[in-house]
């Protein structure tokens, strides 16, 4: 009886001397934040997810985060003057811990992981769209139905026989009723009332949406294009940018360019043309921002440069 017992004691203790393997770190809600804590290495590593895409933090970023809507399967680091790809990752609680072969010190890139963020953005459903004029400001209306709620636009005033749409509080619908043009960019907008705070925007038809299939694009380019300058008199809509949409002034007071990046809910700075065409932007689909445009969105982390160079003969449209 003794001997059996001190077998089952034997045992105890040998199992207690395991290592515990870590369990990832998977928020209850879906939500996954990572934060960068710290990176002594000499070179810049850029943090990656399981397709070899850039998260968009570096080993530079201290006290920086990223937010998915879930737990990557994978993380890893591409060496920025190299393009290497390393995966050597190490899980201890809530960090890991990245090396990039330089040494064994695993301190390189240190990542912390939390699954207590707020709750994710659902999966982008673009608006469905309504040719129902109800609850629209007409374009014979009263001059109440301008387009145009900050300034008066220039000359005379042609927007102000813009017709004026809606837009429900949610996004999940849009009824549009006038379109103007953008006769620099080439990019058309329907002029939109926000039912969620009754602000009169401009909302990008983008070419493959649903919402192109009703313009009238002769009436259009015919009566209602015009410059830059009187377009950004109405606001481009701040709070229903869509994925991977591309905004920068035209006015001569801002050159950035930035992409909304919807998974994240921020826009993110182009640093250069390389690294433009590299994500596969277009000229021809950057939307004109206005004076104020950039004071009223949050702007996160930038997309990290390529080290590729520019494409001299990278087309403007892709279309």
Known sequence: MLLRAALMIGALLAIGLLPVPVAPVVAADGCWRGTVISGEAHFTLLLLDARGRSLGLTNRDIGRSITLSAAPARLGIRIQH?????????SVGARRYFEDGEDTDYNDLVLEVSGTCSAPRPPYNPPSVSTSTESTDSASTSDSAQATPTA???PSGPLAHVGVGW????GSEIVPVGFVRDASGDQTYAIV????????????????????????????KRDFTYSAEVIVTIPLDDKYPQPDQIAR?????????????????????????????VL?????????ADSGFWERVFIGVAHPPTSLPEQADYPDCDR
Do not use: H
């Not at 039912?195 to 009436?219: F, Q």
């Not at 596969?280 to 004109?288: K, Q």
């Open 167 to 170: 837009l429900a509080a949610d």
């Open 193 to 220: 009332r926000r039912e969620l705070d009754g602000e009169v925007v401009r909302y990008w038809v983008a070419p493959g949406s649903a919402l192109a299939l009703v313009v009238p694009w002769d009436e259009v």
């Open 249 to 277: 002034r035209f006015d001569g007071g801002d050159e950035r360019i930035f992409s909304y990046d919807y998974g994240m809910d921020f826009w993110r700075e182009v640093p250069d043309t390389a690294t433009f065409q």
């Open 82 to 90: 190299s393009g290497a790809i390393k995966w050597d990752v190490r």
């Open 152 to 154: 008066t636009p220039t």
């Open 280 to 288: 596969g932007f277009y000229w021809c689909n950057v939307t004109a």
